[in-house]
């Protein structure tokens, strides 16, 4: 068994003087000791630290946040695990050695998993894309009572255009029909331009009785389009008071439709640019 520690002479300026040479006890024993370098670099065994890197490595993968990306917080688990594969790490031989960099490295990652957890127990904002469909209706909701669904998709009309409604629900204390017209091209007489008109049907698409037609218009932008309102308890039937604006005295339950009218003249791609939307009211 070798002494410790082991001693080199060398000679300085004509005179023999001990150096010690780099060693370090062997792994678990106190009194042999064996030459370090880069056969035998320092052993750096940190169970404590190996067990945490794992404990937070399994931690992350049990997290599940839809859409999120912890790449590279994985990236850096890795690099640490790496990092202490065989219980060492090769250091030059004056080096000193120190966890400070790994145990950094730990607190840091603690730190974003406590965050990620406090967001997990929270609320989240989330905005919805898109819509569900509703008897091939795009729906969607507008407010805790309103809910609007897309009868005619926005594009440009130079003919007679319709859609149904053939489930609407009982509940629904009204129903607001509204024409968005965004520009109008073509040539128009006198009676001509775009109309809209509410159908009610008995069920499906069997007819009923007209409910209420607006006039002829060929006003685009901010004042064009028309909105119809219908609503059972207005009073008697009230209709024409405006040309494009009409309050009516009825239901739409069960089924109806609505008829958008556009007659003139169009060269290709002029007409009416618009699109049609009822606002569900409970």
Not at 88 to 104: C, R, T
Request: charged share 25%.
């Amino acid at each position: 068994m070798p002494n410790f520690p082991q001693l080199e002479w060398i000679n300085v300026d004509g005179k023999l003087v001990p150096s010690t040479k780099p060693q370090h006890y062997k792994k678990g024993s106190i009194t042999e000791t064996e030459l370090t370098g880069h056969d035998n670099p320092l052993p750096v065994e940190d169970d404590a630290v190996k067990k945490a890197v794992k404990d937070l490595e399994l931690a992350l993968n049990e997290l599940d946040i839809p859409d999120a990306d912890y790449t590279s917080i994985l990236n850096k688990l890795d690099e640490i695990n790496a990092s202490v594969v065989d219980n060492k790490i090769d250091f030059p031989e004056n080096q000193k050695v120190s966890d400070d960099l790994v145990l950094a490295k730990l607190n840091e990652l603690e730190a974003e998993i406590k965050e990620i957890k406090t967001r997990m127990d929270g609320t989240f904002n989330t905005q919805l894309i898109g819509s569900n469909v509703e008897d091939g209706l795009p729906v969607k909701s507008v407010g805790d009572k309103v809910v609007e669904k897309q009868l005619l998709g926005r594009e440009i009309r130079n003919a007679f255009t319709q859609s149904f409604d053939t489930n609407v629900d009982p509940t629904v204390k009204r129903i607001v029909i509204v024409l968005n017209v965004y520009g109008v091209t073509g040539t128009f007489d006198s009676g001509e331009g775009y109309s809209l008109a509410i159908r009610k049907h008995t069920r499906d698409t069997v007819q009923a009785y007209d409910v209420a037609r607006t006039k002829f218009s060929t006003t685009g932008g901010n004042y064009g389009g028309a909105l119809i309102t219908i609503d059972p308890t207005v009073g008697d039937k009230i209709n024409g008071q405006s040309d494009n604006y009409l309050l009516v005295q009825d239901t739409l339950f069960p089924s109806y439709r609505i008829m958008l009218f556009v007659d003139g003249v169009f060269s290709e791609g002029e007409g009416v640019d618009c699109d049609v939307n009822a606002y569900y009211i409970y």
